[in-house]
T-cell receptor, first 115, second 110 residues
Framework: DAGVIQSPRHEVTEMGQEVTLRCKPI?????LFWYRQTMMRGLELLIY????????DSGMPEDRFSAKMPNASFSTLKIQPSEPRDSAVYFC?????????????FGPGTRLTVT | SQKIEQNSEALNIQEGKTATLTCNYT??????LQWYRQDPGRGPVFLLL?????KEKRKERLKVTFDTTLKQSLFHITASQPADSATYLC?????????FGAGTILRVKS
C-alpha cells in the first residue's frame, strides 16, 4: 500500500490566491482527518470525515477554509483567499474508524507558504 | 479546558541510555492514549496505544506506562540509538477526535 498520498508537497502562493490541497487516503479506511501544524500551535485538527461525510469542522479557522470528500478515495482542503498566516504544514490522515483508539496514518504533508 | 503537557525542552541523551518522555494531562478522562513519532519533514507515525486498564505496554525497545491517577503517561526507549532521534507526540481522545501534545524532541548522541 502506498500509504496516504498528499499533493502538492510544497506550495508557494501569493496572498489572496486560492489554494487547493489534495489527499488520497489508504484504501479501506473510512475516516479522514485534516490537520495543520505550526511551531506556535502544534498539530491542530481542522476537520474530519467519516464515510465521506463531514462530522466536525469546528477546527476550521475561518470561512476561507473549506473541505470536501466527494468519494472514499479523495479529499480536498481549499483556502480562498489565502493569507500569510495560513502558512503551515497541512497533513491528511486516515484510519479504520473514528474513535480515538484507532491509529491514524498520516501523509507526508503539504508545506504551504503564503507571501 | 483540556490540556496536554509534554517536556517543552529537548531531551539530550547518550547512546545506550534509556530515554524517558513525559505526557501529563488535565481535565481529561481518557480511556486510552497514543504515542507517535515524527521525523523532520514527515508526518507523525503511530507507535503505541495503551488503554486505561493497562498499566504498561511494550513493543521491542519501547515501553509506555499510563497512570490515570497521576494523569500521566511515560514513554521509555531503552538502549537508545541515534536513529531514535525525533519528536515524540502523545495524543488523547476527545470525543471522536485525537488531540495531540506539542511533542518532545529527543536527541540521542553517539
Amino acid at each position: 500500500d502506498a500509504g496516504v498520498i498528499q499533493s502538492p508537497r510544497h506550495e508557494v502562493t501569493e496572498m489572496g490566491q486560492e489554494v487547493t490541497l489534495r489527499c488520497k487516503p489508504i484504501s479501506g479506511h473510512n475516516s479522514l482527518f485534516w490537520y495543520r501544524q505550526t511551531m506556535m500551535r502544534g498539530l491542530e485538527l481542522l476537520i474530519y470525515f467519516n464515510n465521506n461525510v463531514p462530522i466536525d469542522d469546528s477546527g476550521m479557522p475561518e470561512d476561507r477554509f473549506s473541505a470536501k470528500m466527494p468519494n472514499a478515495s479523495f479529499s480536498t482542503l481549499k483556502i480562498q483567499p489565502s493569507e500569510p498566516r495560513d502558512s503551515a504544514v497541512y497533513f491528511c490522515a486516515s484510519s479504520f474508524g473514528l474513535a480515538g483508539d484507532y491509529e491514524q496514518y498520516f501523509g507526508p504533508g503539504t508545506r504551504l507558504t503564503v507571501t | 479546558s483540556q490540556k496536554i503537557e509534554q517536556n517543552s525542552e529537548a531531551l539530550n541523551i547518550q547512546e545506550g541510555k534509556t530515554a524517558t518522555l513525559t505526557c501529563n494531562y488535565t481535565n481529561y478522562s481518557p480511556a486510552y492514549l497514543q504515542w507517535y513519532r515524527q521525523d523532520p519533514g514527515r508526518g507523525p507515525v503511530f507507535l503505541l496505544l495503551i488503554r486505561e486498564n493497562e498499566k504498561e505496554k511494550r513493543k521491542e525497545r519501547l515501553k509506555v506506562t499510563f497512570d490515570t491517577t497521576l494523569k500521566q503517561s511515560l514513554f521509555h526507549i531503552t538502549a537508545s540509538q541515534p536513529a531514535d532521534s525525533a519528536t515524540y507526540l502523545c495524543a488523547l481522545p476527545y470525543g471522536n477526535k485525537l488531540v495531540f501534545g506539542a511533542g518532545t524532541i529527543l536527541r540521542v548522541k553517539s
